[in-house]
């Protein structure tokens, strides 16, 4: 079971919780955000080294400890061994930040500290109700991570390994272990995060690593949307769908989940449920392996804004392979994500996101003259990304979805459909987007799902 930032943001939020994990049945793990808006300010000490840190940590253990005394009884022997442990990660998370700034893994050191204060104070109310618990880091547990800084990946096999040892033994002594999410150890032993948002990839870690029968996400919205309620107010919520339309979904729009927890858990056939930890009685969304033939068309829509398609024109270039190959890794030198490519004969396309433009044609002016006629870009566009089950086994229905974009109005800029067999997607103009949208959601997932 994970629960997010704002699950875990204050004593209430905290007593809501543990109040989920302990009228769950069998076995448990659990793994936490850091409180909200911790991780915020602990990269902003990063950003903008403070001259008197110790006045910016008091502020930081007050917060923590205001909270803290809503939980347990202040003074009492828990309180105590709760205080005394928690002070030892205050001067250690200290030490972090006084620590060598020119280490490669500094950041990831000072901003994967937050969670080690959210996962002790769950760990404790637990205790306080009654209930045995440990608070684990992710050291502690055995969760490795491989990769470069703030962008890490697990080493599953030996994070199973690790969770085998460290953390099965406590299953069955009915001790419910409380990890931090976000990050892993690298081959130094030092904190490796999994980038931001990343405690949800943390938690399909641990259930791959452990072979949960279900992972849970905890969040504080009631699960998938068909849609973003801002622009569409008849989305409603997805009951349930298959890895691959939660995958599509959550790269290319949906913030719910980090993109990168369907893997650990697909791979193994584990189901995971993303549930809404203010709303416990809501059943939220079901994500597993199934194809269940609804006959809806869509699921979801989603869409990507503020991004601009790069044309680079070149003789030829459909039979220069190695020319396009040297193109594209110029672009990943800079790490700059590239939502999707077209080519043909002359061209080559690429979708960046509008603030990546810069730097991206700074990479390819480094490439000979010889090679490139022409650079074109075309700022201010969006991706809409249409998930469904159906989608790409049905006949016809591009077109469909095509001439309902033409009724709105809207010039299809970029295709990429059948990149993935659950989603078509395409570029619009930015002012057409949520004309797009409407009209997909009105015509083909309406009121249906209700
Ligand atoms: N606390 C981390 C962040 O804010 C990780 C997470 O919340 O998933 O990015
Ligand atoms: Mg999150």
Redesign the pocket.
């Known amino acids: 079971m994970k629960f997010?930032g704002t699950s875990v943001g204050s004593a209430e939020a905290l007593k809501r919780v543990a109040n989920i994990v302990v009228n769950t049945e069998g076995d448990k793990v659990v793994v936490v955000?850091a409180m909200s808006g911790v991780t915020n300010f602990l990269v902003a000490l990063v950003d903008e080294p403070s001259s008197d840190i110790s006045v910016v940590l008091e502020s930081f253990r007050h917060k923590h400890l205001a909270e803290a005394r809503q939980i347990m009884d202040e003074g009492s022997p828990l309180y105590e061994e709760f205080l005394a442990e928690f002070d030892r990660r205050m001067k250690a998370m200290e030490d972090s930040i006084n620590s060598d700034r020119s280490n490669p893994y500094y950041r990831d050191l000072v901003v994967s500290q937050g969670e080690r204060f959210s996962s002790l104070m769950l760990s404790f109310l637990l205790k306080s109700m009654g209930h045995k618990s440990t608070a684990l880091t992710s050291e502690d547990a055995g969760i490795y991570a491989v990769g470069n800084p703030m962008s890490g990946s697990a080493d599953l096999s030996r994070t199973s390994l690790g969770m085998t040892l460290n953390v099965k033994p406590l299953l069955s002594e009915g001790i419910i272990p409380i990890i931090t999410g976000f990050y892993g150890m690298n081959d130094d032993g030092a904190p490796l995060t999994f980038g931001r948002?990343g405690?949800?990839y943390s938690a399909a870690v641990v259930a791959n690593a452990i072979d949960a029968n279900m992972l849970e996400i905890w969040t504080d919205v009631d699960g998938f949307m068909s849609s973003d309620p801002r622009i569409i107010p008849g989305a409603v919520k997805i009951d349930e769908m298959n890895f691959g339309e939660a995958a599509e979904l959550a790269y290319f729009g949906a913030k719910v989940l980090?993109p990168r927890t369907i893997e650990p858990v697909r791979v193994k056939h584990i189901p995971l449920k993303v549930r809404n930890s203010f709303k416990p009685e809501e059943p939220g969304t079901l994500i597993h392996h199934l194809r269940k033939p609804k006959g809806d068309l869509l699921r979801s829509v989603a869409t990507k804004t503020d991004l601009s398609i790069i044309t680079i024109s070149s003789a030829e270039i459909a039979y220069r392979p190695a020319m396009v190959a040297k193109i594209v890794e110029k672009i990943a030198e800079i790490d700059v994500i590239i939502y999707s490519i077209s080519t043909s004969l002359s061209t080559v396309a690429f979708l960046v996101h509008n603030t990546d433009v810069k730097d991206t044609l700074r990479q390819l002016n480094g490439l000979s003259g010889a090679d490139i006629e022409r650079i074109d870009v075309k700022n201010n566009v969006a991706l809409v990304c249409a998930v469904g089950d159906n989608l790409l086994s049905k006949c016809g229905v591009s077109g469909d979805i095509f001439g309902a974009v033409k009724e709105a109005g809207a010039n299809v800029e970029m295709i990429s459909e059948g990149a993935s067999e659950v989603s078509l997607n395409f570029v619009v103009p930015m002012g057409k987007v949520v004309d797009v949208v409407r009209l997909l959601h009105d015509r083909y997932i309406g009121v249906s799902q209700r």
């Open positions: 997010g955000s948002g405690s949800d980090h």
